[in-house]
């Protein structure tokens, strides 16, 4: 019997390596293949402003963000209101180099995906211990705790001279093989390395929820009493989640420092964490996909929203106040509706409208 | 030799004694029931050989290890499975992912592996799969492979928490009430895939059980309590002719 690989109809698995493979059919491997194409080459295409480069970019650091806030959150069930904290602990421990030996210093400037790696190490320690309280508290007493540290973090953050007192610490250019990467290259240069982190962090989070490591969080997060009872240690299980939310957090700390060349706290306040919540929720908490959708979404939203203020100053020039409630406003409006009407999240629509095109137009 | 031996083990909560100076020595290869009107500490029992409660005094051994302070983790990891009374699965999973939580112990690749997916962790997980399928169909449960846990009758999810318990691979399986509930036709069911795992699986079972038709049909040793104490011990032929019992359950002095 000849194969079609194009096609899902008419292929059985005949073992069970077979049913673990992330792409069904050859057309949807072919499918996804041409998407990352196509994010990979659209801005040699179809240059953009620097200052919308710098939007993309966000939105890259944030979805990175919010892949660990996810794990965390949707898949474990451990509430964190202080993801934006975890960020700053990455962020810093880069800005801490910069600080010691000086912001364009070789290790710095040459040996930056170093950096980003032990500023993932750094998140993923303090969301170990960070997370030593899961093991006693659930739900909104976990939640206080997580808060408390945001609150340490901040003051840390603000009384300490090593750490400039919340003001600005620099970080130098970063060298490629071609050299610096000068003001014109410098967003389009981290849009494909944060494009290429968030490839290889997505299908190494989609190959994680496959094996046990992903599956004890499911169960921690169901039932962790029949956990402990399948031979998992639910503590450790919990302690394990928040060093890999930290992790992905730390990661984007390093890569927001690197993208603005600098940090001030005000990048990782309370209220940058409540932000990632309301990405984590809008895009559908306990899928992948979600943590693309939310950044995407609330940024978008933002951005929108600005406009709408812009447009309404320009001809009544009283309501120009309305820009700066406007936001927060959007966006509270919109966790509100996205619990009550879409609680999954816009992860839930993308599952549907999956679900419409299996028929048609003549999948199988 | 006894495989798991429970020596004067006191279970108090406050002033409340659950269980007082219980003494049971479950053989090996048996189906040993453990019987009792409510409240009897039959589960408190069972808890505290997996590990949920800890005595107060008393120790408890499984072959020479003692599992007195062990967590529940750590007596599932020596070979001791349980499977709740009231329904304790992921019922947000599917019936295939309930069991393949089972399995954790036994993948064996560490998380680098894990997040690469490619030779050792897919292989284990394959290799892990066929295992869980073998007990899937052990407990014909293939219509049901794929569905969630959540949308399956009662009848069905006590099956699959059976069915999870067996995954773990244990030498004692604690079945903690697995026919509450069930029709006639399903505990019959039941009943067969106890002793198919007696007989097929050679796993010495440990069940707490309230009807008494079943207990006496199928149990090699049954041990009754009352108020936490254990009054009446051995055959079911013994057990039904001890006056203190039939005391207990009858209420004639």
């Known amino acids: 019997m000849s194969v079609n690989t194009w096609l899902a109809t008419g292929n059985f698995n005949t073992t069970y390596r077979q049913e673990q493979k992330t792409f069904v059919t050859s057309l949807d491997r072919s499918i996804f293949t041409l998407f990352l194409l196509t994010l990979f080459a659209w801005p040699v295409f179809f240059p953009i402003s620097q200052k919308y480069m710098l939007v993309v970019d966000n939105i890259l650091v944030a979805i990175v963000a919010v892949m660990g806030l996810n794990l965390l959150l949707g898949f474990a069930g451990l509430i964190s209101i202080g993801h934006a904290a975890f960020i700053g602990i990455g962020a810093y421990t880069v800005a801490s180099f910069s600080r010691t030996l000086g912001d364009s210093h070789v290790i710095v400037t040459h040996f930056w995906p170093v950096l980003i790696l032990l500023a993932g190490f750094m998140g993923a320690l303090f969301g170990a211990i960070v997370g030593l309280p899961a093991l006693r508290l659930k739900h909104l007493y976990l939640a206080i705790a997580t808060l408390s540290f945001q609150m340490i973090f901040q003051w840390v953050i603000n009384f300490m001279s090593f750490f400039n007192q919340g003001q600005t610490i620099y970080v130098g250019r970063v060298f490629w093989f071609t050299g610096e990467i000068g003001r014109n290259q410098h967003y389009m240069f981290w849009y494909y390395i944060i494009l290429t982190l968030v490839v290889l962090m997505g299908f190494g989070v989609r190959n994680l929820l496959k094996t046990r490591y992903g599956r004890s969080l499911v169960a921690v997060r169901d039932n962790d009493r029949a956990a402990d009872a399948m031979g998992m240690n639910p503590g450790l299980t919990k302690v394990y989640a928040f060093a890999l939310a930290g992790f992905f957090a730390g990661v984007a700390g390093a890569l927001h420092a690197y993208l603005y060349r600098g940090i001030g706290f005000e990048s990782f306040t309370l209220h940058q964490s409540v932000g990632y919540l309301a990405m984590a929720i809008v895009g559908g908490l306990g899928t992948l996909n979600g943590s693309f959708w939310g950044p995407v979404a609330i940024k978008y939203l933002d951005i929108q929203m600005e406009h709408l203020a812009e447009f309404a100053g320009h001809y009544m020039v009283q309501a120009s106040n309305l820009s700066t409630a406007l936001k927060p406003l959007s966006f509270g409006l919109v966790i509100v509706l996205f619990l009550m009407f879409e609680p999954r999240g816009i992860a839930n629509w993308w599952r549907i409208a999956k679900s419409y095109t299996k028929l048609w137009p003549f999948r199988y | 030799m006894a495989q798991l031996t429970v020596s004067d083990v006191t279970l108090s909560f406050g002033g409340l004694k659950a269980l007082s100076e219980v003494n049971m020595t479950i053989e090996p290869g048996l189906i040993t029931s453990i ?13 505290c050989i997996s590990g949920f409660y800890h005595p107060t005094r008393g120790n408890i051994f499984y072959k020479d290890k003692k599992l007195t302070h062990a967590s529940p983790h750590e007596v599932s ?33 560490n998380f680098i592996e894990a997040v690469v997916f490619y030779g050792k962790a897919s292989r284990v997980e394959a290799e892990n799969r066929a295992y869980v399928e073998d007990i899937i169909d052990f407990m014909e449960l293939e219509p049901y492979r794929k569905s969630l846990v959540g949308n399956l009758s009662y009848g ?11 995954t773990l691979a244990p030498d004692i399986l604690l079945l903690d009430e697995p026919m509450a509930g069930m029709n006639q036709e399903e505990k019959e069911d039941i009943v067969r895939f106890v002793l198919d795992i007696q007989k097929e699986r050679e796993i010495t079972v440990v069940l707490v059980e309230h009807d008494l038709g079943v207990v006496m049909d199928i149990s090699d040793r049954i041990y009754v309590l009352d108020f936490g104490e254990v009054i009446g011990s051995g055959t079911p032929e013994e057990v039904a002719q001890n006056p203190k019992v039939i005391e207990a359950y009858i209420g004639e002095g």
Do not use: C, W
């Open chain 2, 35 to 47: 019987i009792g009107p409510n409240g009897a500490g039959k589960t408190s029992m069972l808890n």
């Open chain 2, 77 to 109: 990891n020596m070979g001791i499975a349980r499977a709740f009374q009231n329904l304790e699965l992921f019922s947000g999973l599917t019936v295939l992912d309930n069991l393949l939580l089972a399995r954790h112990q036994n993948l064996k690749y």
């Open chain 2, 156 to 166: 069905v999810q006590k099956k699959v928490e059976v069915a999870r318990a067996l």
